[in-house]
């Protein structure tokens, strides 16, 4: 039984979510630039599904930062993370993304392959929690994997995604038992829904960041 809501067992994630998403280190350079970009001071950053802590790697080695908050609802991630991060600004949540109790605290919240694990009702809450912990003109960005406009794209798709994995060393098996999750432990949704929830939520800003296949990194403003 795994240990969280991802394909992988906590201690083998880092290993092996790089052998199945396409430009995942991509996905981290993005977030760095964008932040750089909107934030020249120390920022208090919130990092839900943080996993192992990879955000607060990227981050603590490019930003400045005041206080970064590491949050998620395994804890068996949150130890891992907890042994990687001794820094005097550093707290730790297990939390789920639904029940995030902050306001107005957080410059910078990214949430990295988290959302499309809930269904559409809970994707809702889960952004709004995000949107009411951001400060005023806070960042909010999301990199999630989103549904295809037509079953003959998502086949393609799905197709596609199955071929890179077995090119970066996982099995056949493997890889069609991670393409049969689609629908079934994790829940896309399309473009266009994805940006119309961030805006119903109260964003005054919702932008696509980078695209990519079945994977989109998205940002807002509060």
Partial sequence: MNDNKSAFRSNDYDKKITQTLPFYELFYEQIIELVKIFNHNAVKWLDIGCGTGKMGSVAFENIDIEKFVFCDSSEEMIGIAKTRFKNHNTEFSVCNVQELAYIDEFDIITAIQVNHYLRIEERKIALKKCYEALKDNGVFISFENFAPFTNLGKSV????????????????????????RYGKDYFPVSLSENLKQMRNCGFKVVEILWLSNMQVGLWGIK
């Fill in 157 to 180: 798709y799905l197709e596609k995604w199955k071929r890179y994995q077995m090119k970066h060393g996982k099995s056949f098996e493997e890889c069609q038992k991670h393409i049969n």
